[in-house]
């Protein structure tokens, strides 16, 4: 009986030759996109998911209000684990940590950077890294130790079995000696957890007094909650926990998920919101939409073609076939082309995969060793062969046998109706995905284009390190011999959000509800020239004033707009229990995202804790500027390799993700036409053949091409013109929700729709014309003879 179901189904497929084709190419687009699709959610879904025992995982982090405002952060104090392991019985491992930072390893001969970061012994507990070389028990338990990853000891030494080598550290202008303690394995790929390196904590403790202070936070706090203990209650338990440790504290502690913060880690004014797991959500509508577009084209095609194979049903019938074989029949070969159609789907996953994790920036690989995932595609496969072919198999197996063998059938109304009830809702989705295409792109282009307040196109950021920072004055000297070099100046700021900040700010008549957050911008002189800060009142650091670097301050605008609130004409305010004068005041300008509001910041003299050189350069000549400074760097600074970046690829990097986002909307948009129009094109020649005799009639008596084209042409062109109407008002609804994301952002403009129908209307109607065009043209005795 199969047997005999497959030869039946090949037969129909190389008789209908073009419906086959289209069914084919659209599903396995429709595969192809969601098995790409999926792989991607998969990951996402799967980051910091795999680690041991994550449910009992937890990340201390803080509210800290501000007035009516609330900042949420993962800095926590620098003695928090500590305290909260000895004094908390629920905590069974705490460790803080810091943020990675890149240093120089050398080894005998070879100097390489690795990048790492320090962290308490419990931190490998927590994790419960897999360990190649030492014990772990041992490891960041002495000053000297330092553990590697398995990629780090390759790196440096070209082997793993390194336990008991010495290497020596150098960061800035200090060097050290370490004894490597252990080797990790390999990090997970989906972990965020990323480092070459680990140093014991307590080095970095002893080397920053500001670490013991309650009121102070920069590194990072994770605990592991012994078994049974309720990770809610335990966070509403510590919420006072600095407060009471720190009487002027605004903090509220809570213990947050650590498998849950990469997908949902996102709060404002103390209320959590959405976050990667949004545009996974989305991204999984989407593959699921391109899948159900590509049924859709199967679906439509095949009730369309049900007046040829009308009259097999009704000889299958009056042989005796039930209408469950028949159902069985029809299903089987939907299932057939699936199949097929998986087949050239995987293979296109294969080829395309690299292009996908470049777009994307992930490392996925198909899991062909995986029963998991043959069980997935599997599932797909069935699903939509069953979705694709249910619509079809009932309608035909349903078909009258006395209506079968008339000379003239036609289509039933419900089936017209519900033809052109899918095309509508492909469109639809369309529009969707092109409008929405459209608001990402421009709002990625306002927000990459706009005056930020400073000159990014034109600097280059070097970090100081051995030579460059103990004789930063002789390198800027050096450099600026250079005429295509503007301008040299340093600060400890990056430009790329929020890093170093304060709640100690008061001013005369200060109202407690102005309370903010400062950015601490510490820099040197020319800063505001090289980088090209704008004065809008008052003076740069002068030189000649000496005490501008203990007494003197510059504010952005938002800073002193914050302070004349309580009372105008502000010419001081208390820091830290210093007064600092206003020297000058700059335009604002953006250091973090275009999410945020500009931030209130205040400028410090301060050349000593300034770590990181701006170089402002004439662009007309950059490569011969650039080689200039890597010259130069080497020669002055030869242990360290020299590093550069420009600020405009640097400023890119806070939209990365926004960037995927729009590319991939764009990408899957595109197929999500193409899958349509060939739908379009399938249906489109149904009708013409179905119109064979009308058009020749026509011909015969003298109408014109443009009259034909409009017999066909009309009932596509109106239901595509709704669908554009519809699509257009739930993309309007769903991306005016998407741009509150943003506190500077575009308005949606009144073109994007008509552009968007242009775009979709002048792809189906080229579409539906060709083949309208092939109609018109034909010969019209070939047309209206007998058959």
């Not at 504290?249 to 976050?275: C, I, T």
């Not at 049903?313 to 089987?332: D, E």
């Not at 008509?754 to 018109?776: E, R, Y």
Request: hydrophobic content about 45%.
């Amino acid at each position: 009986m199969f047997k005999n179901y497959f030869k039946i189904a090949l037969r129909g497929f190389k008789k209908h030759k073009l419906t086959f084709f289209i069914n084919l190419f659209g599903l396995s687009l429709g595969l192809w996109a969601a098995i790409l699709i999926g792989l991607w959610v998969d990951s996402e879904l799967k980051m910091d998911r795999e680690i041991a025992d994550i449910e009992r995982i937890y990340r201390v982090m803080e509210h800290q209000s501000y007035g009516a405002d609330i900042f949420t952060t993962t800095s926590t104090p620098g003695v928090l684990a500590e305290s909260m392991k000895e004094t908390l019985s629920e905590v069974e491992y705490a460790s803080t940590y810091t943020w990675n930072q890149p240093q120089l390893f050398i080894q005998k001969d070879k100097r390489i950077k690795l990048d790492g970061l320090y962290a308490m012994p419990d931190l490998l507990h927590i994790y419960q890294f897999e360990t190649l070389e030492g014990d772990i028990n041992r490891m960041l338990t002495e000053n000297n130790h330092v553990v590697l990853t398995e990629e780090g000891a390759i790196s440096l030494f070209g082997r793993t079995d390194v336990v008991g080598e010495d290497v020596e550290i150098r960061q800035g202008t200090d060097s050290k000696n370490f004894i490597v303690q252990g080797v990790l394995k390999s990090l997970p790929k989906n972990s965020t957890m990323k480092f070459e390196y680990l140093l014991p904590y307590q080095v970095f403790f002893d080397e920053n007094d500001w670490l013991s202070d309650w009121g102070n936070n920069g590194p990072s706090t994770i605990i592991k909650l012994r078994e049974g203990v309720d990770g809610e209650a335990f966070s509403k338990s510590i919420s006072n926990y600095i407060a009471e440790r720190n009487e002027d504290s605004n903090v509220e502690l809570f213990a947050y998920p650590r498998g849950e913060l990469y997908l949902h880690g996102q709060w404002k004014d103390g209320m959590p919101v959405e976050g990667r797991i949004k545009n996974v959500k989305l991204f999984a509508m989407i593959g699921i939409f391109v899948l159900i577009i590509a049924c859709i084209n199967f679906m439509n095609l095949s009730t369309a073609k049900s007046q040829k194979r009308a009259k097999e049903v009704g000889v299958r019938k009056v042989s005796g076939a039930n209408k469950n074989s028949l159902v069985f029949q029809f299903l089987s070969e939907s299932l057939l082309i699936t199949l097929f159609a998986a087949f050239f789907a995987i293979l296109l996953v294969q080829v395309t995969l690299p292009i996908f994790n470049n777009l994307t920036g992930k490392d996925m690989a198909v899991p062909y060793f995986s029963g998991l995932f043959w069980l997935q595609i599997l599932g797909i496969i069935v699903l939509t062969g069953l979705v694709a072919g249910s619509y079809p198999a009932f309608y035909l197996s349903a078909t009258k046998v006395v209506s079968v063998f008339r000379s003239f059938t036609k289509s039933g109304k419900g089936v017209v109706m519900a033809r052109k009830g899918l095309v509508l809702f492909q469109f639809i989705l369309a529009t969707i995905l092109i409008v929405s295409t459209m608001v990402v792109y421009q709002q990625i282009n306002f927000a990459m284009n706009q005056d930020l307040g400073y000159s990014k196109d034109q600097l280059i950021q070097v970090p100081l390190e051995g030579k460059l920072l103990e004789s930063f004055d002789v390198f800027k000297a050096e450099l600026e011999k250079d005429e295509n070099i503007l301008s040299v100046s340093r600060s400890s700021f990056a430009f790329m959000g929020r890093t170093s900040n304060t709640g100690g700010v008061s001013w005369e008549g200060k109202d407690p509800e102005n309370a903010a957050l400062f950015e601490i911008i510490r820099v040197d002189y020319d800063f505001l020239e090289t980088t090209g800060l704008s004065l809008v009142k008052g003076r740069a650091f002068d030189r000649a004033n000496g005490a501008d670097s203990v007494s003197g301050a510059i504010l952005n605008e938002t800073a002193l707009k914050l302070m004349e609130q309580d009372q105008e004409g502000q010419e001081f305010f208390r820091m830290w229990g210093d007064e600092r004068s206003i020297t000058g005041v700059v335009k604002d300008f953006h250091f973090e995202s275009f999410r945020n509001n500009v931030a209130p910041a205040i400028l410090l003299l301060d050349p000593a804790n300034s770590w990181q050189a701006y170089i402002k350069v004439n662009t007309d000549k950059i490569r011969e500027t650039v080689a200039f400074m890597e010259a130069t760097g080497r020669n002055l600074n030869p242990e360290f390799p020299f590093e550069y970046s420009f600020m405009d690829e640097n400023y890119a990097r806070l939209y990365q993700e926004d960037v995927r986002l729009r590319d991939l909307a764009q990408y899957f948009s595109i197929l999500t036409i193409l899958i349509s129009c060939l739908g379009l094109l399938g249906l489109s020649a149904h009708v013409a053949e179905q119109k064979t005799k009308e058009i020749g009639i026509r011909k015969v008596l003298g109408a014109s091409t443009f009259s034909i084209l409009q017999v066909i042409n009309k009932e596509f062109i109106l239901i595509v013109s709704f669908s554009i109407l519809i699509g257009s008002g739930i993309a309007f609804w769903v991306m005016q929700d998407w741009l509150k994301g943003y506190q500077y952002r575009i308005n949606f403009e009144w073109w994007f729709i008509p552009l968007a129908a242009i775009t979709i209307f002048g792809v189906a109607f080229l579409t539906v014309t060709l083949q309208s065009l092939k109609a018109a043209h034909s010969n019209p005795v070939q047309a209206i003879k007998s058959e």
